[in-house]
């Protein structure tokens, strides 16, 4: 599973998944990179360097840094910052934005910036709470008569059994509690837990005894609690500041943490303005001292960092600076180009801009910690082919995916990457199981490669347009 992100998961999870192959860094205790490990293939030094990095990181000596990934397109740059926000654990929050998103007509470069800073920093609240824990074994509504009109039926309360490897409870709740219920969608064989205080449920999973209902599902199987049912039990639970953010410019009725959370801070808000957020740091301050929650900082991943504009660099080096925030890593495949926005300055070169190293300024390359990623050889581009197969569920003949390598040669990793899908629907449409040579020399001729696309263009005299 990918590391909990912002608020719109599908469309972050969607463009990392071409990288589902990568788990980690594939380093060994020692910082040396293996061969091919954790599903990283090659690019050694890029990768112990990573793993330095991520150790300036846990030992908390990577404030006011960054990361910078420079390196050809396909290098794997994406997947080394993606591997080093997977090796600082499961719970800390990745949040991978492009450059340009920065240009929006709606909301200023700052803005944006500064909303995915706080997506990528986690808080970890921890509470003891007195709960009612346990695996349901029975959920029976009891209906009665509407006394009000006297048609139809209404709840009148509700028999929960909850069952730890201790023993049984029967509890009979009230009508409200049996719309969370509802709302958490509990089945019978669920844990759940119930808050004593307010009432609110939580689903924790499926439990254990249903684990072989099905072959594959999209379930998280837990252990039948053990212990009594009425217990105390340390919850803990992680959001990031966007969510508070979020939360408390829209607050909203309900029991759960997000809606708890959103009256943190009093008044009817519609917006995230800057005082608000100075607001909930406040209030997060505090609970930090009280020793209720901690700050997790995680991963903020900008692609393309040359497609930001001086004014946005400049506050990402006030950024970084400050107390609350995440990790950056930067990436690019850009050399020496013009920094974004300074073309049209008149002291700068004359319309020409200032031209610096990835399109970042020096003062921020000054804090960076530089990675250089290098093109891969051949074997290397069939061993990340062959993992590629293995995750997709593809088969493929030995000569079909030596002919990919050779494209990966020719063009680039990910572009003999993106040619096995195609090429296994081109085998499956012919009723074949295993990816022969034949498809693949067709679908290197649907498409054009990149560098074969200009040139074709180039010849035909198209450079400018396509006729
Ligand atoms: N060393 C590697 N081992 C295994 N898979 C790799 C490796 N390097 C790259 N990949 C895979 O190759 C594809 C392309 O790599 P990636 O997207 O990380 O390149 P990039 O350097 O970010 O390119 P760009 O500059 O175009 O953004 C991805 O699917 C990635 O998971
Ligand atoms: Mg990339």
Do not use: W
Not at 241 to 248: E, R
Not at 315 to 336: C, D, F, K, Q
Not at 404 to 424: C, H, K, N
Not at 446 to 452: E, T, V
Request: aromatic residues 4%; charged residues 25%.
């Amino acid at each position: 599973m990918p590391p909990t992100t912002g608020i719109p998961q599908g469309q972050r999870e969607a463009r990392i998944s071409s990288h589902s192959h990568i788990k980690g860094l594939g380093l060994d205790d020692d910082g040396f990179a293996h061969a091919d490990r954790s599903g990283f293939v090659g690019q050694r030094a890029a990768r112990e360097a990573c793993g330095l990095v991520l150790e300036l990181i846990r030992s908390r000596r990577f404030s006011g840094r960054a990361l910078l990934l420079a390196g050809a397109p396909g290098t794997g740059k994406t997947a080394l910052a993606l591997a080093v926000a997977q090796e600082l654990g499961h719970k800390v929050p990745f949040c991978p934005m492009v450059g340009s998103e920065v240009f929006s007509s709606e909301v200023k470069k700052t803005e944006v910036l500064m909303e995915n800073f706080r997506r990528a920093i986690g808080l970890r609240v921890k509470e003891t709470k007195e709960v009612y824990e346990g695996e349901v074994t029975e959920l029976t509504p009891a209906e009665t008569e509407n006394p009000l009109s006297g048609y139809g039926k209404t709840i009148s309360h509700v028999v929960v059994a909850l069952k730890t490897a201790k023993g049984t409870k029967q509890l009979r709740l009230d009508p409200s509690i049996y719309e969370s219920i509802q709302k958490e969608r509990v089945q019978i064989g669920d844990v759940i837990y119930i808050e004593a205080n307010t009432g609110a449920v939580k689903r924790v999973g499926r439990s254990d005894a249903y684990a072989t209902e099905y072959d594959l599902e999209a379930e998280e199987y837990v252990p039948l609690p053990k212990g009594d049912v009425h217990k105390k039990k340390e919850i803990v639970q992680d959001v990031t500041l966007h969510d508070l953010d979020m939360a408390n410019a829209r607050p909203q009725g309900g029991q759960d943490i997000m809606s708890v959370m959103g009256q943190l801070v009093k008044g009817r808000r519609t917006e995230v303005t800057d005082k608000l957020r100075a607001e909930i740091n406040k209030v997060v301050n505090s609970y930090i001292e009280q020793g209720i929650a901690e700050l997790i900082p995680g991963v903020l991943f900008i692609d393309e960092v040359h497609m930001l504009d001086i004014e946005a660099f400049t506050y990402l080096n006030r950024a970084l600076e400050s107390t609350m925030s995440p990790h950056v890593i930067l990436a690019t495949n850009r050399g020496l180009t013009t920094i974004r926005g300074t073309e049209s300055e008149p002291g700068y070169g004359g319309g020409e801009g200032i031209v610096s190293p990835h399109g970042v300024p020096i003062d921020l390359l000054d804090r960076c910690m530089i990675v250089r990623t290098l093109p891969y050889q051949r074997d290397e581009i069939k061993t990340v082919l062959q993992t590629r197969v293995k995750v997709e569920g593809l088969a493929i003949q030995p000569e079909a995916l030596d002919k990919l390598a050779d494209d990966g040669i020719r063009t680039s990793l990910r572009y003999a990457l993106q040619l096995l899908t195609p090429a296994s629907i081109l085998s499956r449409v012919q009723g074949r199981t295993e990816i022969t040579l034949a498809d693949v020399a067709e679908t290197d001729e649907l498409f054009l490669d990149a560098r074969s696309s200009a040139r074709g263009l180039q010849e035909r005299g198209e450079g400018q347009y396509l006729r």
